[in-house]
Structure formats: structure tokens, C-alpha cells
T-cell receptor, first 112, second 113 residues
Framework: DAGVIQSPRHEVTEMGQEVTLRCKPI?????LFWYRQTMMRGLELLIY????????DSGMPEDRFSAKMPNASFSTLKIQPSEPRDSAVYFC??????????FGEGSRLTVL | AQSVTQPDIHITVSEGASLELRCNYS??????LFWYVQSPGQGLQLLLK??????LVQGIKGFEAEFKRSQSSFNLRKPSVHWSDAAEYFC???????????FGSGTRLLVRP
């Protein structure tokens, strides 16, 4: 079975540009999470969806960040406009509501 | 406050030696406990989990962990480390009633040949 699939794996962009990160969760998992990982702050939960509905977006840093889940098999995390401090690895994870998370391989974002 | 502490930022062991990675937690509810491993450039992979029952749990890759409620600890062990075990290890705590996992800051394991 395929795991959580994220794209792109690497993104280099210039400050002010829009960035869209994509995630395909594991089929049958009804929870989806976006995390950000940095050296300074470790793993931070950005947003949590359950059955495609955003339940908790308290971790989204500011209005420049937005996330959508239009259907059970696809989610996006968008940053507009991007800033250098957004440089990080962004992980998508899904869960069948057993408490354990299944992570994708991450999208490494560099904003110049 | 809910928190997970991994007191060791780095640990270096020789190949073949035993390993113990420490994890202490503070959590109001009955905890669900997890250990994840992250290899360079990869996502996090679940090593093992504790929900209830036997306090000694077995995981993948020969790892085990023991839940000690009295010490609020969930330490990860392996009797003989392989070079391929070099990675970063994260302890996490959650609850059946909550979707949120609280992750520790991680312990980076280096393995000497």
C-alpha cells in the first residue's frame, strides 16, 4: 500500500512568491495533519482535518498560511506571500483515528 | 502543562552496544505513548506504541520500550545497536480523547563503527 504522498519534495522560491504544498493521505484514513519541522522549534502542528473538515488551525502561524482539504484524498498547504522564515520541512500525516500518525516524506521549503 | 522531555540531545554508542533513550512526560489524562524514528531526509516512522496492557512493548527493528507510570517515563531500548539505527528518535504522547500528539525535541543517535 502506498503511504502518505507529498509533493514537491523540495521547493526553492523567492520571498513574496506563492508556495503550494500537496498531500495525498492513506486511503481510508479520515484524519489529516500538517506539521512544520525546524531546528529551532522542532515539530509543530499547523492544522488538523477530520473527515475533510478543519478542526483545529490554531497552529497556523499567520494569515499568510492556508490549508484546504477538498476531498478525502487530497490536501494543500499554501503560503502567500512566502518569507525566508517560512523555510522548513513541512510534513503531512494521516491517521485512521487510532492515535498513531503515518507521515509522508516531507516537503523541504527554502525561501530566499 | 502537557509536555514531553527527551533529556539527551545527542547520544553516541558503539555498534553492537546496548541503547537506552530516555523520555519523560507530563500529561493529565491516561497517556498513549509513541516512539518515532526519523532518518535523514525522511519522514517519521512509528517504532512502537503503548495504549494499555503490558507495560513492556515490542516494536519494529528490535526496539522495545517500557512504560513506567510511577516515573512518568517511556524509555526506548535496544540490546544491540546496528549502524543503520543512526537517526533521530522522537517520543510522543497523546490520548484517546485527543487527536493532538505532543512530540519531544528528539534525540539524535550516532553509531560508532
Amino acid at each position: 500500500d502506498a503511504g502518505v504522498i507529498q509533493s514537491p519534495r523540495h521547493e526553492v522560491t523567492e520571498m513574496g512568491q506563492e508556495v503550494t504544498l500537496r498531500c495525498k493521505p492513506i486511503s481510508g484514513h479520515n484524519s489529516l495533519f500538517w506539521y512544520r519541522q525546524t531546528m529551532m522549534r522542532g515539530l509543530e502542528l499547523l492544522i488538523y482535518f477530520n473527515n475533510n473538515v478543519p478542526i483545529d488551525d490554531s497552529g497556523m502561524p499567520e494569515d499568510r498560511f492556508s490549508a484546504k482539504m477538498p476531498n478525502a484524498s487530497f490536501s494543500t498547504l499554501k503560503i502567500q506571500p512566502s518569507e525566508p522564515r517560512d523555510s522548513a520541512v513541512y510534513f503531512c500525516a494521516s491517521s485512521p483515528n487510532t492515535g498513531e500518525l503515518f507521515f509522508g516524506e516531507g516537503s523541504r521549503l527554502t525561501v530566499l | 502543562a502537557q509536555s514531553v522531555t527527551q533529556p539527551d540531545i545527542h547520544i553516541t554508542v558503539s555498534e553492537g552496544a546496548s541503547l537506552e533513550l530516555r523520555c519523560n512526560y507530563s500529561y493529565g489524562a491516561t497517556p498513549y505513548l509513541f516512539w518515532y524514528v526519523q532518518s535523514p531526509g525522511q519522514g517519521l516512522q512509528l517504532l512502537l506504541k503503548y495504549f494499555s496492557g503490558d507495560t513492556l512493548v515490542q516494536g519494529i527493528k528490535g526496539f522495545e520500550a517500557e512504560f513506567k507510570r510511577s516515573q512518568s517515563s517511556f524509555n526506548l531500548r535496544k540490546p544491540s545497536v546496528h549502524w543503520s539505527d543512526a537517526a533521530e528518535y522522537f517520543c510522543a504522547v497523546g490520548a484517546s480523547s485527543s487527536y493532538k500528539l505532543i512530540f519531544g525535541s528528539g534525540t539524535r543517535l550516532l553509531v560508532r563503527p
